[in-house]
């Protein structure tokens, strides 16, 4: 051995040695969690493993021999070989380059190329779901049943058919006629057929079943929606009705595509869960996809299309619905993240939740909308298994430079022109006018600018968020103007078309006197699901109202903005009725009660609202 390398750690020795005597008793070839270099061993040469040599006369403290194949833990500290020949590309290389003391993080960030290759991995990934999702709209139908314990349960006859069409695959499988799914698909519409039939053969049940709303008057099936607020199925009067027969004749011709192409064309039929003869849980859920190519493809998902919501199913629990695109739960995923604030970072903290908030109410590829803030942005739209800090993150530091002094409170209503400002896209990006108005028309401009957000203003006493907004939208002009004939005259202040899909609201609750700056605590009134009307310039002779949602809302603990605490409320319509959640810093969202809301009424401070796209726009009167 070589002089160097007989300054090996002395914990090392003991397993190196018995690794040697492993591997000239047996050669193979290691495995690559062995850490050991694959060479060719001969009886009496032992095998080293590759490791730094420390420097001479370097005391190192041994470690305590870890057992073969187990991969040793990484050292935190070690940086990567491209970090130590180039440092300018080391990520934690440097601390901050803005005012503020930033401790460097204990774990070393991954490199540039690394980093850089995830997030095209994640992109192609989201891209891939993305088609796959809207190829399941034209190939998959979710089926729900209702589970009970009782012998009569189609669930649990499901099973038994699912186990004997096993046991006879293991007794004879040539006398199988039909895929596992096949069967048990087929079994499922003889148990809807023979029900259909008991059902319309008793009067009694029928008569039953016209009470129940499930048969119309003239013993037609109807087609069933859910009712939010009785909590229950209805009849959906609007859609036309479907005679026993035309049902009977829809399910004879399903189960003769399944007889005539028992591989071809049903591609998967399964519960998303094991099924079991004591099927825990109040549903059970299958997945069915249909072929594309196959010729009778089109017709079964037509027909099963023609099934989503019929009363039919109901006599056996069941329930089709037609696959959704829904590509992850961003808003759940902002819900469950948990801000770290070591040092007055809960303006930041509210900031980035909220925006992430609208983010997660957005339709579309948001990678490509964000451009390179989407990795920002990206840890706030996905599920986080524990808390973490934003300034932590490579790409917020990143974001983040020029904003001086971080660690200390700020303004979030310039913290939020900042961060917007840096931002390739904005959700509110607009620009907003100011014109007089004589005899019901617009006359003349008086201001104009960009709407990062709007400043609406606080009076004395109790007022609305309408109320703000309207004393914004409508105001007296300047007395001091050159032009003493538009002195006094009515301005509008409004936005320009296209106006943008959300907005930021900033309410002027701070004011400067001898005393300093001073905190006005009136109540601002504001209620998630009201339709709030923004006045928008369409063209030189037509202003609309344009209806938004409330669906954020920042507010500030504090007699200044430089001091005291920054929360947020987010309103969302979640299952026919309008939710209300608080967050806060290290901890997840939490269901607002009644003392936030009010909390939040009287010290609100930005507001996001959201464009009501179900609420047309209205012509405003000028006069």
Sequence with gaps: ????????????????????????????????????QQVQASPGTPVRRSI??????????ARAPQGLGKRRRPDPARRSPLSQEYPELDPWASPWTVEGSFSRPSNAGPDHFTRDLMTMVTQLTLRQEDLLLRMAQDTTHVWTMKNSQAGDSVVLQMYQEM???RQQQQADRTQLRQTLRGAVLL??????????QSLLGDPTKVAALKRKGWLSQGGDWHYMRWESQKEELTPDTQLATMSPTSFLQDLTEIRTFLELSPEGLLHKFQATRRLTGEMQGPIVTFLSEISLRHASGDDLFHILNRWCGLASLLIVGLQIKQARPRRHALATAVLTSALLNPSNLCYVNTFAVSYAWCLAACEGDLCSFLGRSWEAFRVLLQRSAKPFQLTGLLSWRILLQGWSDITSQHDAAEFADFVLGRLERILCFGTWEAWFVQGGQLVRK????????????????EQSLADCIGAWATQEAPTDLEDI????????YMLCSPPPPFLLLQIKRFGNSMAGTQKMFAPVCSEAGRAYFIPVRVNAATVTLRAYYLIAVIYHLGETTTSGHYKCILHRYVTGRWMSWVTDDGRTAAVATKADLQTAACNSYLAWMQHASDIPDETMSLT
């Design 52 to 61: 730094a040599t420390p420097q001479r006369n370097q005391r190192t403290p």
């Design 187 to 196: 079994f499922l519409l003889q148990q809807i057929e023979e029900r259909h």
């Design 446 to 461: 008086f201001d104009q600018g960009l709407n990062r957000h709007i400043q609406v203003t606080v009076s004395p006493g």
């Design 1 to 36: 051995m070589a002089q160097d390398d007989q300054l090996l750690f002395d914990g090392y020795l003991p397993q190196l040695q018995q690794a040697a005597q492993l591997m000239v008793a047996a050669p193979v070839q290691p495995q690559g969690n062995m850490g050991l």
């Design 485 to 492: 004939h538009l002195r006094h005259t009515p301005l509008v």
């Design 163 to 165: 186990v004997r069409w």
